[in-house]
């Protein structure tokens, strides 16, 4: 049974940086790829970043280039959501997610989700 289990996020001021763990269980990450999804207050849900099977990383959230870097530690079959510069806007519930392979902004194609975890961002 493939799963993942979501960590980190909370409340931090504007300006401030958090990082967001995925530990996939049922699977491994170097023949699934994890993304990055966000849904703030009634807004859809939104991609944020990507991480290929092949560990190449595509970024999603044009809006801030580089503000958000997504990585992952085979060892520990886990992903990481590095948020730098964070502000209010951001604020939002963070979910990550697994299909095998390949990358798509398009969460319906995600079959496996985390449980999302809240990130505040205050002014």
């Known amino acids: 049974q493939l799963q993942l289990v979501q960590s980190g996020g909370g409340l931090v001021q504007s300006g401030g940086s958090l990082r967001l763990s995925c530990a996939g269980s049922?699977?491994?990450?170097?023949?699934?790829?994890i993304a990055w999804f966000r849904q703030a207050p009634g807004k859809d849900r939104e991609g944020v970043s990507c991480?290929?099977?092949?560990?190449?990383?595509?970024d999603y959230n044009h809006s801030g280039q580089g503000q958000f870097t997504v990585s992952r530690d085979i060892a520990k079959n886990t992903a990481y959501l590095q948020m730098d510069s964070l502000k209010p806007e951001d604020t939002a519930v963070y979910y990550c997610?697994?299909?095998?392979?390949?990358?798509?902004?398009?969460?319906?194609?995600?079959?496996?989700w985390g449980q999302g975890t809240q990130v505040t961002v205050s002014s």
């Open positions: 997610a697994a299909r095998p392979n390949l990358c798509t902004p398009r969460y319906p194609n995600y079959h496996t």
């Open positions: 049922g699977f491994t990450l170097d023949t699934y790829a």
């Open positions: 991480i290929r099977s092949d560990g190449s990383a595509i």
